[in-house]
């Protein structure tokens, strides 16, 4: 298989890739598990592209039971280096408004429910992840939005709710007061599982509506939110034609071995199996 040049993990109404020329679905084998869906894979432009919709093709995994493991770790064994992430988020400001794509750059992450690290055996790796995105790849992203004049804010820190429930009106409120900007239920553990397998990673959050604090919430229907789920899904579409136009982005070799230069435990001590599931994240154990 060729080497991937970019890989898109598509969220809520991305299921696939339109004009993506000679595409397969393929099926890729985890460590940990079974990933959300095959990988499609193909061409777009001169460049090589993989697809995984995070939700399944039919949309029938919840946030909570998404294998994020599986997911991040066939990318990584299929060579892809750089991954953008998009999906639907509600907003938690007023300028932030339906229809607007805005480019992350922090995470607080507020779920429980998940497992977090490929690192949970005899093997202790501490990551930083003071900087969770690529800067490259991100100034890449912004670069393209402003090219198509998609409305877009170039900076936001995206609070990962548990979900499959909205947030109360306390706890809304209470996101605003820490300076969140937009809320989701799915970039995390999946910006810390990217940042584990040294793939550089950058997230689009699609605002489809805002959460529960605005005034005129308890006013927009259902029908209102997937309208603007398909305006933005098509926008998105846009976005990744565009992107898979300009020079691929050269991950940093630091990034690729942040968790090899991250490990505590003596190597001597990893036992042989868990140096065996691990061989696709840290070839080096």
Known sequence: MEKIDIAFIGGSGLYKIPN????????????????????????????????????????????????????????????????ISLSAVGSLRDDYKPGDFVVVDQFIDKTYARVKTFFDDDCVVHVPMSSPICKKLKEKVEFVLKKLKINSHFSGTYICIEGPQFSTLAESNLYRSWGCDVIGMTNMPEAKLAKEAGICYSAISM???????????????????????????????????????????????????????????????????????????????
């Open 207 to 285: 605002v489809t509506d805002f959460d529960c604090w605005h005034p005129m919430h308890d006013s927009v229907t259902v029908d209102q939110i997937i309208n603007t789920l398909e305006k933005n899904s098509q926008t998105a579409f846009n976005f990744i034609s565009e992107f898979c136009k300009q020079e691929v982005v050269i991950c940093e070799e630091e990034t690729k071995n942040l968790s090899s230069n991250s490990v505590i435990t003596k190597t001597s001590k990893i036992k042989k199996n868990t140096k065996k599931k691990l061989k696709n994240i840290i070839s080096n154990l």
């Open 20 to 83: 993506l020329k000679n595409s397969k679905w393929i099926d890729v084998k985890s460590n940990f598990g079974t990933p959300s869906s095959k990988i499609c894979i193909g061409k777009l432009t001169d460049k090589n592209v993989a697809f995984l919709p995070r939700h399944g093709i039919d949309h029938n995994i919840p946030p909570s039971t998404i294998n994020y493991r599986a997911n991040i770790e066939v990318l990584k064994i299929i060579g892809a280096e750089n991954v």
